[in-house]
């Protein structure tokens, strides 16, 4: 199994990609790492062209089996989280393209995965990542780190998460209950789309 973890951004966008070997899959290998800058002064969509070019030539060259992403959270800077989730757009969108599964994981959960504790700090992760790969030097920047810690993350928790999907679809199977369809169906690209829930607007 081989992943590409992206830590996204627009200023530095972290690409790490990861693989398992060994018997059971827990052994680890680094595949490529990297950080692609773009400058503040672009216009940002020129920017975002730059991130999705650095990401689909990632994609086509080394053909990852899945690609993970950092979940958005809230921050007090909205300029950031907007440059963030706009970078976060592209990439999926690349991978989507491609056919490659997305997963998104939470720092929390990206942190728990690689060092055992949902609390640590970067230099924790940038240490454990650089344990886990067996590395004579830590990944620099720290963006390209958490990239590899994403992958590390999808590659050890991916598999664990699809059991469980799996398991629970196996026992829902003919009882699936929808909630009651609200406003009028609207039609979006050939699709009729309808919303579900209190407050869904047709």
Same mark, same amino acid.
């Given at each position: 199994?081989?992943?590409?973890?992206?830590?996204?951004?627009?200023?530095?966008?972290?690409?790490?990609?990861?693989?398992?070997?060994?018997?059971?899959?827990?052994?680890?290998?680094?595949?490529?790492?990297?950080?692609?800058?773009?400058?503040?002064?672009?216009?940002?969509?020129?920017?975002?062209?730059?991130?999705?070019?650095?990401?689909?030539?990632?994609?086509?060259?080394?053909?990852?089996?899945?690609?993970?992403?950092?979940?958005?959270?809230?921050?007090?800077?909205?300029?950031?989280?907007?440059?963030?989730?706009? &970078? =976060?757009?592209?990439?999926?969108?690349? !991978?989507?393209?491609?056919?490659? #599964?997305? @997963?998104?994981?939470? *720092?929390?959960? $990206?942190?728990?995965?690689?060092?055992?504790?949902?609390?640590?700090?970067?230099?924790?992760?940038?240490?454990?990542?650089?344990?886990?790969?067996?590395?004579?030097?830590?990944?620099?920047?720290?963006?390209?780190?958490?990239?590899?810690?994403?992958?590390?993350?999808?590659?050890?928790?991916?598999?664990?998460?699809?059991?469980? &999907? =799996?398991?629970?679809?196996?026992?829902? !199977?003919?009882?699936?209950?929808? #909630?009651? @369809?609200?406003?009028? *169906?609207?039609? $979006?690209?050939?699709?009729?789309?309808?919303?579900?829930?209190?407050?869904?607007?047709?």
């Amino acid at each position: 199994m081989r992943v590409l973890g992206i830590d996204p951004g627009l200023t530095r966008c972290g690409a790490g990609i990861v693989e398992t070997t060994g018997r059971g899959g827990r052994q680890l290998r680094l595949v490529h790492v990297g950080v692609v800058r773009t400058p503040a002064n672009d216009d940002v969509a020129t920017r975002l062209l730059a991130v999705a070019e650095h990401v689909e030539a990632l994609l086509d060259e080394h053909r990852p089996d899945q690609l993970a992403l950092e979940r958005m959270f809230n921050r007090h800077n909205v300029s950031t989280i907007m440059g963030t989730a706009q &970078a =976060a757009g592209v990439v999926a969108v690349a !991978a989507a393209r491609r056919g490659i #599964p997305v @997963a998104w994981h939470t *720092p929390t959960e $990206v942190k728990a995965a690689v060092s055992g504790n949902g609390a640590a700090d970067k230099q924790q992760v940038a240490t454990m990542v650089t344990k886990l790969l067996k590395l004579d030097a830590q990944p620099r920047p720290a963006d390209a780190a958490d990239a590899l810690a994403l992958a590390i993350c999808q590659l050890w928790r991916g598999p664990l998460a699809a059991r469980l &999907a =799996a398991k629970g679809a196996g026992r829902s !199977a003919g009882q699936q209950h929808y #909630p009651a @369809a609200t406003g009028r *169906p609207r039609r $979006v690209a050939g699709l009729t789309v309808t919303g579900f829930g209190a407050g869904a607007r047709g």
